[in-house]
Every structure is written in structure tokens, then in C-alpha cells.
């Protein structure tokens, strides 16, 4: 058996008040029940990302300090999680910003979505992201997780309620992505990403 990959779960809302708090610890402890994956927690609103883009294209791989650690954050995993609020249809622009901060580091890797929002569950996030991921050389895999009502579900004061259909879903998506992550990892080993 394969030893575990490097799952870097990457929180995309910097907001104060977030609900994105209470849906990472969710989704930190599915991916730690799974027992599929070393777990990198990456909470881009600590993260010491450039207010602007690096005087450095992100190509060059010459970085500011900040950008660097969170580079070789990148570099260091196998597979991405992405935990995303639907903001005005869309992800927020701190995800983006971490997004276009660095590039080979993200190359050749598998990625999955975590959206939550109201109504929609933050799908429109997710369709946003694919793109972007792909234009990264992120394979985004096919499942996604999307949880509408976040608020009703993830309350302030107590326990996340009424997942047990989320919670199924999500270890199914991680089994998914376990597999891409061996799979793009082993053939990393075998020839760089191009």
C-alpha cells in the first residue's frame, strides 16, 4: 500500500466572520477519519501573501518571502482541497490572488472543491474554479461538495447539523481524490510535469 499523499486544504475566504472556519474544521476531520492523506492546513488569511503581485512574474519562481513559504506549501502537497464561499456569484479574490501567486508549484496535481454558500450551495464557485485550476495544470476531479444553507448547518454555538448526506458524499470525493493523487504522484516520480 501507498504511503499517504499531501492533502493541502486551502481555506479561500480572508473575511472576518467567516462561516469558512467552522466548514474547514468539518472538512479537516472527514479527511482525518478518511485516513487517506497527511493533512497541510493552509488558511490563506494568515498567509503573508504580497498585497500586490510579486514584482516577479509567477513563472520566474523567484519569490518574496511570504510568496516563497506558501510556494513550497504548494510544492509540498500532492492534492489540493479548495474550501470556497460563493461571494456575488463568485469565489473570493483572495483565493484568486493565492491562486496566481506561484504556478509550477501547483502543475500536475489533483484538486477537489468544497463550496458553501446560501441556496446554491456555492456551485457557481465551483464552475468559476475549474477553469482556473485547469489553466494552473490542476486537474480538478470530477466530484465536488457543495453545501447550501451554511448557516443553518454549520451554526455558531453548536455542532454542524443535518450532513449525513454531505458526509457520505465528501468521503466518496476523497476517495476519488486519492486515487488522482496516487496516480499523478507516481507519474511525477517517473517524469517532471512538462
Given at each position: 500500500m501507498a504511503p499517504p499523499t499531501r492533502l493541502a486544504v486551502i481555506l479561500g475566504s480572508t473575511r472576518s466572520n467567516r462561516q469558512g472556519e467552522r466548514v474547514a474544521r468539518w472538512f479537516r476531520e472527514q479527511v482525518e477519519d478518511s485516513g487517506l492523506f497527511d493533512?497541510?492546513?493552509?488558511?490563506?488569511?494568515?498567509?503573508?501573501?504580497?498585497?500586490?503581485?510579486?514584482?516577479?512574474?509567477?513563472?520566474?519562481?523567484?519569490?518574496?518571502?511570504?510568496?516563497?513559504?506558501?510556494?513550497?506549501?504548494?510544492?509540498?502537497?500532492?492534492?489540493?482541497?479548495?474550501?470556497?464561499?460563493?461571494?456575488?456569484?463568485?469565489?473570493?479574490?483572495?483565493?484568486?490572488?493565492?491562486?496566481?501567486?506561484?504556478?509550477?508549484?501547483?502543475?500536475?496535481?489533483?484538486?477537489?472543491?468544497?463550496?458553501?454558500?446560501?441556496?446554491?450551495?456555492?456551485v457557481r464557485a465551483i464552475e468559476q474554479l475549474r477553469p482556473v485550476l485547469a489553466s494552473l495544470a490542476v486537474a480538478t476531479i470530477r466530484d465536488a461538495i457543495a453545501i447550501p444553507m451554511v448557516g443553518k448547518k454549520f451554526p455558531a454555538d453548536s455542532p454542524p447539523v443535518d450532513l449525513a448526506g454531505t458526509e457520505t458524499a465528501t468521503a466518496a470525493m476523497l476517495t476519488e481524490l486519492d486515487w488522482w493523487s496516487q496516480a499523478l504522484a507516481a507519474r511525477r516520480q517517473q517524469q517532471p510535469f512538462p
Open positions: 493533512l497541510d492546513y493552509i488558511d490563506l488569511a494568515e498567509q503573508a501573501l504580497d498585497d500586490r503581485q510579486s514584482q516577479h512574474h509567477p513563472r520566474s519562481g523567484r519569490y518574496s518571502p511570504g510568496v516563497q513559504a506558501f510556494a513550497d506549501r504548494i510544492a509540498a502537497a500532492d492534492a489540493f482541497a479548495l474550501l470556497t464561499p460563493e461571494y456575488n456569484h463568485g469565489y473570493p479574490a483572495a483565493l484568486k490572488h493565492a491562486l496566481d501567486s506561484c504556478y509550477a508549484e501547483w502543475n500536475g496535481k489533483p484538486a477537489t472543491i468544497v463550496a458553501y454558500g446560501g441556496v446554491s450551495g456555492g
